[in-house]
């Protein structure tokens, strides 16, 4: 037994513990060996490779760990997703179907237009010529609302064209360059629009409040016909923005006993600060089809006053000349006594409308 318990002695002290440095020497030790590698990798950038080769190896162990996670993620997704799809698809159905009665009563509503336009010899609507275009960044003067679009004069972009979205109207191209242009944002105090009412078709001009994205309808009485979420929409007076564009939606509406007018708040429609693509709208004057064919046959202009200057003439040459009536023209009868060179100068006779009464012949005549 005492050769057993010698022999478990000796095993309870293993040489690597019972010699060597404590381990307080050994924390020492390696903590300023860590350092001098990280400082030394910092300056020398040495072990970049190495925590490549070694990213490489523990990359498979990372996508292992994280199977579980993504495994749980992607079917919630799924679920979800398919869920949402569902539901927008029912919803984007009704609304194609809605939409489609809206767009069969646009297009009778559009023939029946162009008939009475014919009917009636009026000028045809403004033609309307869009471009899509990109925003490029925002203007540097932050006291302005101006964006820069990657469209300009060598595109047959002009000042003055109206900038649109899918929702509204945003803005006016108020400067062109060669390859871009400075768009001008309706909320910013320089610019107005006129607008209308889509209500009761009342018209106003629009301000940009500057401060915020919002516009001011100023100059309106306190008892206007303007209600809490009214539509605007461009009213197509000014010849710049097409008829019928929204611009924006009344919020709110202030009015005070000191002031006879309203202050009335809208918030545009369109997306100001959403978008990044934007449609460029400008509108073109068409060319009258009477000065254009004047302009393009100006030999037949030319026959046509000939012949209406020879069918003057002809017609005033061949309209007869009404003789005045003999009893309205005073005749004078001289006696024979009182002319005694009668028989020697016969008298040539006048014709009756040419001949005027003698105030000398006429007392002459009496006696």
Do not use: W
Not at 52 to 65: F, K, T
Not at 99 to 113: D, F
Not at 153 to 172: L, M, R
Not at 230 to 241: H, Q
């Amino acid at each position: 037994m005492a050769g057993y318990h010698q022999n478990l002695d000796q095993q309870q002290a293993p040489a690597f513990f019972a010699r060597g440095p404590s381990p307080l020497a050994r924390l020492a030790f390696f903590s300023a060996l860590s350092l001098a590698l990280m400082a030394t990798d910092s300056r020398l950038q040495y072990l970049g490779s190495v925590r490549e080769h070694l990213m490489v190896v523990l990359q498979p162990l990372q996508l292992i760990a994280n199977a579980p996670s993504m495994l749980y993620d992607s079917t919630n997704e799924y679920f979800s997703t398919h869920h949402r799809l569902l539901n927008e698809n029912q919803f984007l159905r009704k609304q194609a179907l809605i939409q489609a009665i809206s767009l069969q009563k646009m297009k009778a509503l559009t023939l029946e237009n162009t008939n009475l336009r014919q009917l009636l010899a009026a000028n045809q609507s403004l033609e309307e010529f869009s471009q899509l275009g990109e925003i490029l960044h925002v203007g540097r003067d932050p006291f302005t609302k101006k964006i820069i679009v990657n469209r300009g004069s060598n595109q047959q972009v002009v000042d003055g064209a109206a900038v649109v979205d899918a929702k509204g109207v945003i803005g006016q191209v108020t400067r062109t360059y060669p390859a871009s242009s400075e768009v001008t944002l309706i909320t910013d105090k320089s610019l107005t629009i006129p607008i209308q009412i889509e209500r009761n078709g009342l018209r106003a001009i629009a301000f940009g409040h500057g401060r915020d994205n919002t516009l001011d309808l100023p100059f309106l009485p306190a008892n206007v016909d303007i209600k809490p979420g009214d539509k605007l929409i461009t009213s197509g007076i000014d010849g710049v923005y097409p008829k019928g564009l929204a611009v924006a939606t009344v919020t709110d509406i202030q009015t005070s006993a000191d002031s006879p007018f309203a202050r009335i708040v809208c918030i545009p429609t369109g997306g100001i600060e959403n978008h990044k693509q934007v449609l460029i709208v400008s509108i073109s004057q068409p060319d009258n089809p009477a000065n254009t064919n004047a302009a393009a046959n100006p030999a037949s202009n030319t026959d046509t006053v000939a012949k209406t200057t020879a069918t003057t003439k002809l017609e005033s040459a061949q309209a007869p000349v009404n003789p005045a009536p003999a009893s309205k023209v005073p005749t004078v009868q001289t006696p024979a006594t009182t002319d005694t060179n009668q028989n020697k100068k016969p008298v040539n006779p006048t014709p009756a409308a040419a001949t005027e009464p003698s105030t000398t012949n006429k007392p002459h005549a009496q006696d």
